[in-house]
């Protein structure tokens, strides 16, 4: 069964720093590509951040230059470095699939809250 626990969300001042962890499990996660979402409230979820397998990556462009997205195959997890929050920033942050339609990306998991304040 597919597991994504998303960790490491919180309360911060503009200007600083997080970072996010995505847990997977179910998967064969070092063939797969990985992404971040996030969703602000009233507004529709957006792809933040991706990783492909092979360790490259890419970026929205309201965060390329700030925010860092990587994986350490041996532990099946993703990380997203976030550094130079803004508040537009805030939202609930999620792994999951940049593309396509695996079966397994049809599963959500709780996400992790980011909250920065000015």
């Known amino acids: 069964q597919v597991q994504l626990v998303e960790s490491g969300g919180g309360l911060v001042q503009a200007g600083g720093s997080l970072r996010l962890s995505c847990a997977v499990s179910?998967?064969?996660?070092?063939?797969?590509?990985m992404a971040w979402y996030r969703q602000a409230p009233g507004k529709q979820r957006e792809l933040v951040a991706g990783?492909?397998?092979?360790?490259?990556?890419n970026y929205a462009r309201a965060v390329k230059g700030r925010f860092t997205i990587s994986r350490d195959n041996a532990k099946n997890t993703v990380y997203l470095q976030m550094n130079s929050l803004k508040p537009k920033d805030a939202a609930v942050y999620y792994c999951?699939?940049?593309?396509?339609?695996?079966?397994?990306?049809?599963?959500w998991g709780q996400g992790t809250q980011v909250t920065v304040s000015s």
């Open positions: 999951n699939a940049p593309s396509g339609h695996p079966a397994w990306s049809n599963y």
């Open positions: 179910g998967i064969a996660f070092s063939i797969n590509a």
């Open positions: 990783v492909s397998a092979s360790g490259s990556t």
